[in-house]
Every structure is written in structure tokens, then in C-alpha cells.
T-cell receptor, first 109, second 113 residues
Framework: GQQLNQSPQSMFIQEGEDVSMNCTSS?????WLWYKQDPGEGPVLLIA?????ELTSNGRLTAQFGITRKDSFLNISASIPSDVGIYFC?????????FGTGTSLTVIP | GAGVSQTPSNKVTEKGKYVELRCDPI?????LYWYRQSLGQGPEFLIY????????DSGLPNDRFFAVRPEGSVSTLKIQRTERGDSAVYLC???????????FGQGTRLTVV
């Protein structure tokens, strides 16, 4: 299957700091999605991207669809304790979304 | 309903038994996906429905796994002769159309003992 390399694997940051994570692939995707997952819950959709170069914001979150269509990044500004969780990127091609391995975010108050 | 609903939320079964997991997608969503997630991993694709038909079942690990969506809404994932390796969280997602944003349910945690 398609390989999505998500980095970093984990992050420990101080409250108020900005966060950046990214996802890269050797394959082209038609859609990029970013999700947040809390323990025991299903992934919650944060941002959806449909066009190469697209930059979309959702509150303190900003994500971009790379112009090569092989990568995407997610930025979180001014982190707060409730940002803690695992963030997944997902790229769509064929008939399915392929997921990255996740970035575990810990916010230290 | 307002979101994707999955039942049961937890299922413990004995090795060799048959289980059914149910997914109620968001009303009006034509696309439905089943994924499986193991601890510390991202979700892995199992099967995709567009309407009533299984458009892609390439992710089903073997013929013990089967899914249906007879009326183009509710879907059931069926696992025969369960094995301990089937233990995982089974996630269902739906989207309005092909390749649009997918919304997940809370998952069914299956434990095979």
C-alpha cells in the first residue's frame, strides 16, 4: 500500500508555543485530510484540502496541500493543553484514504 | 443522526466465534469506509462502499471478513471464526461523495480471547 511518512513521531512543547508537523509520500494524492484522535475515540476531522497549493485555516490550525501533491503540513499556533492528542494525516487516492503513522503531541502547561 | 454511530462500542468474544459490527453513517452520505486500527498505528483500510456496492474490498485481510450495506445506509462488518490477531479497534467513516472529507465514528473495540 501507499506509504505516508509523518513527522515528527512525537512532540513535547510548552503551552503557547507553535507546532508544525508534516506528511510526505512518494505518491500523488487528490485529497489531504488532517485528523486528531484522543484515547478511546475515533479520529476527528480538523481540515480538508482538495487542491495543490491550497492553504486552509480552522481557528488556530493551518494546513497546506503541497504543490507536488505528495506532501502536506499542519501548523498549530499558540498551543493550549487541550491540543494534546495524536494527529494523523490522510491522503486519498484510488478508493481509500491512506493514513500516516501519527504525531503524538504533549503540551506542558 | 448527527454523526457516524458504531455499535457495540466494545465487544469481547471467544476465539472461533462469529461477530458482527454495525455502522450507521451520516444521513445522505453515499460513501462508507471500514478501517482497522491497532494500538499505536494509524487506521488501515478494509473496504469502501459507494451506495450499496462494495467498490473496493482490497483491504479485507482474508475471507473470514465480509461487509454488507444492503440499502446504501447502515453497514455491517462480519468476522467469522475470529482469531486473537483480529483484536483491534474497527472504525467506520462516511463521506458525502467520493474523496470528500470522511467523518469517523467512535469505533468498536474488538477483543478476541
Amino acid at each position: 500500500g501507499q506509504q505516508l511518512n509523518q513527522s515528527p513521531q512525537s512532540m513535547f512543547i510548552q503551552e503557547g508555543e507553535d507546532v508544525s508537523m508534516n506528511c510526505t509520500s512518494s505518491s500523488i494524492f487528490n485529497t489531504w485530510l488532517w485528523y486528531k484522535q484522543d484515547p478511546g475515540e475515533g479520529p476527528v476531522l480538523l481540515i480538508a484540502l482538495y487542491k495543490a497549493g491550497e492553504l486552509t485555516s480552522n481557528g488556530r490550525l493551518t494546513a497546506q496541500f503541497g504543490i507536488t501533491r505528495k506532501d502536506s503540513f499542519l501548523n498549530i499556533s499558540a498551543s493550549i493543553p487541550s491540543d494534546v492528542g495524536i494527529y494523523f494525516c490522510a491522503g486519498f487516492t484510488g478508493n481509500q484514504f491512506y493514513f500516516g503513522t501519527g504525531t503524538s503531541l504533549t503540551v506542558i502547561p | 443522526g448527527a454523526g457516524v454511530s458504531q455499535t457495540p462500542s466494545n465487544k469481547v468474544t471467544e476465539k472461533g466465534k462469529y461477530v458482527e459490527l454495525r455502522c450507521d453513517p451520516i444521513s445522505g452520505h453515499t460513501a462508507l469506509y471500514w478501517y482497522r486500527q491497532s494500538l499505536g498505528q494509524g487506521p488501515e483500510f478494509l473496504i469502501y462502499f459507494q451506495g450499496t456496492g462494495a467498490a473496493d474490498d482490497s483491504g479485507l485481510p482474508n475471507d473470514r471478513f465480509f461487509a454488507v450495506r444492503p440499502e446504501g445506509s447502515v453497514s455491517t462488518l462480519k468476522i467469522q471464526r475470529t482469531e486473537r490477531g483480529d483484536s483491534a479497534v474497527y472504525l467506520c467513516a462516511s463521506s458525502l461523495n467520493y474523496r470528500t472529507e470522511a467523518f469517523f465514528g467512535q469505533g468498536t473495540r474488538l477483543t478476541v480471547v
